[in-house]
């Protein structure tokens, strides 16, 4: 699976809106950005998957430039159940291998 | 959606004694099942790959002698970690092959693993 950055952590508040970025420089043709969550003692939960521009499900938005070698994950009016861990992955799903995790984004959100 | 049922939750056992975590899938064939480590403030880390009726394949430093793992079922994979010790605790947790999953696959809830 193609290397991953996301910046380490980010604070926010509650109501906020918030962008988590994520670089992608070697993606390849047939690779997918899924993004992932995890809280503290679980096993992580699927957030979103994109292929490019925009997608958009009932919990986040999925925003990839046409290069595609980045990606932001969007949450809306942020609450205090959403501070956790994200994980941005990249690779092709389809092949079925393992998921590699990079270190993450761990988000807090404040009142 | 589907589950992926992971048991137990929790465990302490004393340094030098083995422990079983299992996974089963619920409502779905797994063919292929993955486990990873996780320590603390830390990403998760694979460990291994397990295919039903297949030897697992073992990431590159992870003792295969050490944590035995066993997928005799399209249901059921077992991770058994021998002659635990301190250093062993850790939170460990499987991941399924699911191509009804929207992203292909469904991870279990996790053990936390304290070896004393």
């Known amino acids: 699976l193609a290397k991953t950055t996301q910046p380490i952590s980010m604070d926010s508040y509650e109501g906020q809106e918030v962008n988590i970025t994520c670089s992608h420089n070697?993606?390849?043709?047939?690779?997918?950005i899924t993004w992932y969550q995890q809280f503290p003692s679980q096993g992580p939960r699927f957030i979103i998957q994109?292929?490019?521009t925009k997608v958009t499900n009932e919990v986040a938005s999925l925003f990839i430039p046409a290069d595609r070698k980045s990606s932001t994950l969007s949450l809306p009016r942020v609450s205090l159940s959403d501070t956790a861990v994200y994980y941005c992955l990249v690779g092709d799903l389809q092949a079925g291998t393992a998921l590699i995790f990079g270190k993450g984004t761990t988000l807090s959100v404040s009142s | 959606g589907a589950v992926v049922s992971q048991h137990p939750s929790w465990v302490i056992c004393k340094s030098g004694t083995s422990v079983k975590i299992e996974c089963r899938s619920l409502d779905f064939q797994a063919t292929t099942m993955f486990w990873y480590r996780q320590f603390p403030k830390q990403s998760l880390m694979l460990m291994a790959t397990?295919?039903?009726?297949?030897?697992?394949?073992?990431e590159q430093g992870v003792e295969k002698d050490k944590f035995l793992i066993n997928h005799a079922s399209l249901t059921l994979s077992t991770l058994t970690v021998t002659s635990a010790h301190p250093e062993d605790s850790s939170f460990y947790i499987c991941?399924?092959?699911?191509?009804?999953?929207?992203?292909?696959?469904?991870f279990g809830s996790g053990t936390r693993l304290t070896v004393v």
């Open positions: 994109g292929y490019k």
């Open positions: 991941s399924a092959r699911d191509l009804g999953a929207a992203d292909g696959y469904t």
């Open positions: 397990s295919n039903e009726g297949s030897k697992a394949t073992y």
């Open positions: 070697n993606i390849a043709t047939n690779d997918y």
